[in-house]
């Protein structure tokens, strides 16, 4: 009993799959020295959060959940908490945690997750804790063990990294600058998980749209496009994050020729005004979006369009918002991630002296989200008796009656089907449109 106990781990990842994904490989290099994995904090011999810093939010979670972890440790001496990610990253935060929080025994960062083992190995046999954060990204460490939590999809980063520095982002000082996986590893790392039965794999960089730039020969992002969807028994491929300065024609020519691209793009626009923009640093204007997605919609024809947007910026006026609102019901966006502006410390917008108030900020947020959803709603309602392609993914989780999977576009599906297609393609006829979801039924 207690030695099952022992082998028992529970990670909590905040923020982006790019967290999600080093935290699958935390779990694979857990489950190579025995562990398997809990869903109880209480039951679990190691504690790993994975953390974000991107705003501000994310890190109170972060304090309040370590908070709450004093007690286990109180009872369970034995209890290992290792605290990782980007927060740590930041300079001051590894010490500052440790300080707050005395019974965490593992610290470390982005660049090192892959020498997790040996820390934990050091914190059993030696009995310290470990703090060890780099400060500079090192090389790519190919090869770690992965735990993935889907059998049917799976996220593959081709890169890491950006050299972007966005005035509002602390990405580029916690990920190091932009460094891209070698395209036989990405191939290789792909065709086993097909072997393995998985159908759709997302590509992940902070802007995969610069992959390659640095490898020798060069290989362009189009270029590595073409490559997988050569790869026979896959069946979706996917890619977050484009950056709107980036996005090529070729991209576009690659998902326009591809079998397996999907017709959906995520490009985060952040604002609608050129002039926000340009103090954002996004190095594009309203019009070049606007163009970029004129172009996306005439070549790919049925797209789904997605973005991120941010309001509150320093010094956004209410004509800067209200561009952003006409921009938003222009694209008609299937689905926008909304951000209130949060100050980062040592980004360049931190230190712009036209912070805006909060209230104001909150006002516009809940101005925004209103169209955003609306304009979802309206969008999802053009699916309605219609029949689409679903990767099946298992059962709803709020009803285990129905199934759930998404459409190629990305749109989330509940219907009822066959539970031995889990795992399959099937098609689904569309009954009814909700705002963020559909319903359907499978057509046998
Ligand atoms: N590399 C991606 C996204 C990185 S972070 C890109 O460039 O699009 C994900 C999103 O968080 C960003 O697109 C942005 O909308 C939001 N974000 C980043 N920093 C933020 C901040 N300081 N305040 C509020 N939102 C922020
Ligand atoms: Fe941050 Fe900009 Fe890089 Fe995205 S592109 S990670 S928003 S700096």
């Known amino acids: 009993m207690i030695q099952e106990q022992m082998l028992k781990y529970y990670i ?227 890619f977050m994050t484009s950056h709107p300065k980036d996005l090529s024609e070729d991209v576009i020519s690659a998902i326009k020729e591809g079998t397996k691209l999907c017709e959906q793009i995520h490009l985060p626009v952040q604002s609608g005004s050129t002039r926000i923009l340009s103090k954002m640093n996004r190095k594009y204007s309203r019009e070049d979006y606007l163009a970029l997605i004129k172009k996306i919609k005439n070549e790919l024809p049925g797209v789904a369009l997605t973005t991120d947007i941010i309001v509150g910026f320093p010094g956004e006026t209410e004509e800067d918002f209200e561009d952003t609102i006409s921009l938003v019901k222009e694209v008609g966006f299937d689905s926008a991630f909304t951000f209130i502006y949060s100050r980062r410390k040592y980004t360049p917008a931190d230190r712009m002296e036209d912070q805006i108030d909060d209230s104001v900020k909150h006002e516009r947020f809940n101005r925004l989200i209103e169209v955003v959803n609306e304009i979802s709603a309206e969008k999802n309602k053009e699916y309605e008796n219609k029949v689409v392609e679903i990767l099946v993914e298992g059962e709803s989780k709020n009803d285990s009656s129905k199934l759930t999977g998404r459409t190629r576009t990305g749109k989330l599906v509940n219907f009822v089907g066959r539970k031995e297609n889990i795992g399959k393609l099937v098609d689904v006829k569309i009954t009814k449109a909700h705002s963020f979801s559909l319903l359907g039924e499978e057509v046998k």
Not at 123 to 139: L, R
Not at 163 to 168: G, W
Not at 214 to 235: C, H, N, Q, T
Request: proline share 3%; glycine share 6%.
């Open 12 to 238: 909590e990842t905040w923020g982006c799959q790019m967290n999600e994904e080093d935290s699958e490989k935390l779990a694979g290099m857990l489950k190579n020295i025995g562990y398997t994995a809990t869903l109880r904090r209480e039951d679990a011999s190691i504690i790993i959060f994975n953390t974000c810093c991107v705003r501000e939010n994310a890190e109170l979670k972060v304090y309040g959940n370590l908070g709450a972890l004093k007690k286990l440790k109180e009872k369970n001496p034995e209890l290992v908490i290792a605290v990782c990610g980007c927060m740590m990253q930041q300079k001051g935060m590894a010490e500052e945690i440790i300080k707050r929080f005395p019974y965490v025994d593992i610290v470390f960062g982005t660049h090192n997750a892959y020498k997790f083992p040996e820390y934990l190995n050091r914190v059993k046999q030696e009995n310290v804790s470990v703090k060890e954060i780099m400060d500079k990204e090192t090389e790519i460490v190919e090869g770690v063990p992965i735990e993935r939590k889907s059998d049917s999809k799976a996220f593959v980063t081709i890169m890491y990294g950006c050299n972007n520095f966005c005035t509002y982002c602390v990405v580029p000082y916690v990920r190091g600058r932009e460094r891209s996986r070698k395209p036989e590893d990405i191939e290789n790392e792909i065709i086993d998980l097909v072997n393995k039965g998985y159908k759709e794999i997302t590509l992940l960089g902070q802007n995969v749209n610069s992959y390659g730039k640095e490898l020798e020969p060069f290989v362009s992002f189009a270029d590595l496009l073409r490559r997988i969807d050569k790869i026979e028994g896959l069946e979706r491929i996917r």
